[in-house]
């Protein structure tokens, strides 16, 4: 039986840097490993080059490079942001890397709380006010054009909805990556995300398998009805210490017939604390309990 590709979430080694982060990856086992923006650019910062990066990860292959974020912007941010996603492709394109991840906006929780309660906030407040029909309708713009730059470069896109923002989880994220029509446009099902925005087994064994690049395996907090979902307390929990119905869930996703990559991604302040090189082959250990 084929087993299932497993890759190294960044947030599995906690603040390591890049190098320690795919030594972690190698020794464990993992075939690929997903970092972010941030750990390239300390490294490339501190002189190495694009070229380093490939000869240090050598056979593990980059499954994304994270993240593109508040992909909705619109205006004069939406200029920004295509500049800044023409860095990012190139950059990731240069690694290695298979794909992008992006995500939606508000990123930050706080803004949400903001416009909630009618209070300043000096940020991005993304399109919350607009019908969530438009903010829909931009946002399939938005991501089509990224999916017409990322081609350029051999990428893919992989969308991520934040379940504090008006477009919040799989529920969602399914649907706009239909109607952006563009092959190289994915959604990576992530756990957390996924139960704070009310997903079911039942509406995960409707999506198509194609839709779908990666798994993020995580738990969660449960969350009050009517509060805004707080990050940092909701995942500060080990897996299999929350709500999340983890066992079904990863039966449900390979009832679909996907066969791509699968990732644990943890904001447990615990874990964070572990030591990398072990906990990666805990979690590669935990992943193919799981998963296979």
């Not at 923006?37 to 490939?54: C, E, M, N, P, R």
């Not at 006010?129 to 051999?154: P, W, Y």
């Not at 409707?206 to 990666?214: A, C, H, S, V, Y």
């Amino acid at each position: 039986m084929k087993r299932v590709p497993l890759s190294l979430h960044n947030s599995d080694v906690g603040r390591a840097n890049l190098r320690t982060f795919f030594r972690a990856a190698k020794g464990a086992g993992f075939e690929y490993a997903e970092p972010t923006k941030i750990q390239l650019g300390y490294f490339l910062d501190a002189g190495y080059s694009t070229k380093d990066v490939k000869e240090m990860a050598g056979d593990l292959k980059l499954s994304a490079v994270s993240w593109l974020e508040n992909c909705e912007r619109q205006g004069y941010e939406y200029v920004a942001m295509m500049r800044e996603a023409e860095k990012l492709f190139a950059l990731s394109a240069e690694i290695g890397a298979e794909a992008i991840e992006v995500l939606s906006g508000p990123t930050d929780y706080r803004a949400v709380e903001a416009f909630r309660r009618g209070t300043p906030y000096r940020g991005y407040m993304g399109l919350q006010g607009l019908a969530l029909r438009e903010q829909t309708a931009l946002t399939v713009r938005n991501l089509k054009s990224l999916c017409d730059l990322a081609a350029q470069f051999g990428l893919v896109i992989y969308f991520e909805p934040l379940c504090w923002t008006p477009i919040s989880s799989p529920l969602q994220s399914v649907p706009i990556c239909r109607q952006v029509e563009r092959e190289n446009m994915k959604i990576v099902f992530d756990f957390f995300h996924a139960y704070i925005g009310g997903v079911t087994a039942d509406f995960i064994r409707t999506i198509e398998p194609e839709l779908i690049l990666g798994v993020h395996v995580c738990d969660s907090l449960d969350v009050g009805a009517g509060e805004i979902p707080v990050e940092p307390v909701l995942r500060n929990v080990r897996l299999g210490k929350g709500s999340v119905p983890v066992k079904e869930w990863v039966e449900a996703i390979k009832a679909t017939g996907f066969e791509g990559w699968w990732a644990y991604e943890t904001f447990s302040k615990e874990e964070a604390e572990e030591d990398p090189i072990l906990f990666a082959k805990q979690i590669y250990g935990r992943l193919r309990e799981l998963i296979g």
